[in-house]
């Protein structure tokens, strides 16, 4: 990260000029300012989504040094709402010495994303600590790099070393960096999508990390199971499928399809992290499906949603269950 981008941020902004709204539970120029001198993890500023801030339901802010992204997920009936919001987040770029604010529009055709303010570096990356990912700020509508996931890349890391891991639905493969940098003694990554697996190989070499004991599948996980089981038995397993996919997955229809697989190549003792991200689904639904699919596996703990990521209903949040395998 640009380091002169590091030592501006502590420039203050004076509370009164940020909208109330956009504060969130805490100024963004508060949250700005607690950037380390030598990296900025990104993260979520402000999250409208959670229903917190009425009026603001439909505006996310995020982080990815030196850029800040904002996305607006539906059409404002006031005219002037995305006006105000943009003024409001380009004082706040340009106080903090930010390189640019790049705006998402989720409701129009495409997700077209521009720059409003300032200027675009060539090369973005999502941060966390030491580690960096490439993502794409426009022109699709994810980055490459969920931000709300950070407590499941958390609970990977403390566990993550001398075991052998298995990362379903890998996408672009943050896990497996996490995993490897925590001293995994092998990461088996997993989706259907080509151009996801090969950002993954990008990130790895991004960290200078090796891919000999690192495996990128390109496979429709519930008919290949064969491939994945043979690399196994896994210590840890990572269980991330979208919540609704037309023609591939269904999360309240296929999730059962995966867990009844898990004695198939978990190792007796292994911990598995199931993800939904489908919020007219609950913990409870993943609890009885287990319980019914796999009883050798019992529930551990729900882990605490990131704070970046309040919701007024903690079911509607995204949900990271641990399990354990012990039959």
Not at 53 to 75: I, M, N, R, S
Not at 137 to 142: A, M
Not at 174 to 193: E, L
């Amino acid at each position: 990260m640009n380091s002169s981008f590091a030592h501006a941020a502590y420039a203050t902004l004076p509370a009164q000029q940020v909208d109330a709204k956009l504060r969130g539970v805490r100024p963004i120029s508060d949250l700005l300012q607690e950037a380390s001198h030598q990296a900025v993890d990104s993260r979520r500023l402000f999250h409208g989504r959670g229903c917190l801030y009425p009026g603001y339901e439909q505006v996310t802010v995020d982080l990815f040094a030196p850029v800040l992204w904002v996305t607006f997920f539906k059409a404002p009936e006031d005219a002037d709402f995305e006006a105000r919001v943009i003024r409001e987040l380009a004082e706040i770029a340009e106080v903090h010495a930010l390189a640019a604010l790049l705006v998402q529009r989720r409701y129009l055709p495409d997700a077209p994303a521009e720059c409003v303010w300032g200027e675009l570096p060539n090369t973005v990356w999502a941060c966390r600590g030491q580690a960096k990912f490439t993502i794409q700020l426009g022109g699709r509508q994810n980055t490459g790099f969920f931000l709300d996931m950070e407590p499941g890349r958390g609970w990977l890391e403390q566990r993550a070393e001398g075991k052998r891991v298995l990362n379903l639905f890998s996408y672009t493969c943050a896990f497996s960096v996490v995993a490897q940098m925590a001293g995994a003694v092998s990461v088996v990554n997993v989706d259907m999508s080509r151009g996801a697996l090969n950002q993954g190989r990008e990130n790895h070499r991004l960290n200078h990390l090796p891919t000999d004991s690192i495996r990128f599948l390109q496979e429709n996980i519930l008919k290949s199971w064969g491939r994945i089981r043979r690399p196994g038995p896994y210590d840890i397993a990572i269980i991330d499928p979208p919540s609704f996919q037309r023609g591939s997955f269904v999360a309240a229809q296929d999730y059962r399809k995966l867990v009844r697989r898990l004695p198939e190549f978990m190792a007796a003792g292994g911990d598995v992290l199931l993800c939904l991200n489908a919020p007219e689904l609950g913990e409870d639904f993943l609890q009885a499906l287990v319980s019914e699919e796999c009883p050798d596996c019992y529930f551990v703990e729900r882990l605490t949603p990131s704070p970046d990521f309040p919701d007024k209903d903690p079911n509607q949040q995204l949900k990271l269950m641990h399990f354990r395998y012990q039959p």
